[in-house]
């Protein structure tokens, strides 16, 4: 973590399609068919976007690559994307395992509406949408690069509440862009807010 070595870029623009934020995740079990020889391979969900054009809108759509070797070298899925709801605004996806439902979940923003909206999958590749959350807290600017996950409450393992955070470009309550987050449970489809939804709990200017 204290020397770093410059490497090839991992993902490239192609075919007119930048490359936006999204997340990497490892798959231990191979459930998206895309590991080799019997080991882990990493896989990254990513939002491709492609600029508007005299005849077209601009398109936001979610994407797939895959390593099998640790990440050096990046393979794009042939039959992306895994996800197109058609919409300029659409972006971001955190991706994670989810032990209750026992599939993957993608927390994904739709960043006009202030929404976030929740994909379950069971390799990565087919996405059914299973719910939504929002508008809540901050809304003052788009909703983008949602990151959802469990931490236990003073230490205690047996105690847990689940954390969903949101980035807001602009709109954070310091002026520019920020953080806020929500604290609630998540029961594999669903997050429930613990809180009253006009509550903020933190932004976090950057």
Partial sequence: MMNWQDLPVALAEENGVMIFTGSVVIDRTNTSGFCLNGKACI????TGHTPKTASKPELQTQNVAFSNDRGRTWTKYAKNPVLNLHLSNFRDPGVFWSEQSKRWVMAVSLPDDHKLAFYG??????WERMSEFGPAGATGGQWECPDLFELPVDGDVTKARWVLKVGLNPGALQGGSGEQYFIGNFDGTRFVNENPAATRKSVIAT
């Avoid at 896989?43 to 990513?46: C, I, K, N, P």
């Avoid at 999958?121 to 087919?126: A, C, V």
């Fill in 43 to 46: 896989v990254a969900v990513y």
């Fill in 121 to 126: 999958s069971r390799d990565l590749k087919q």
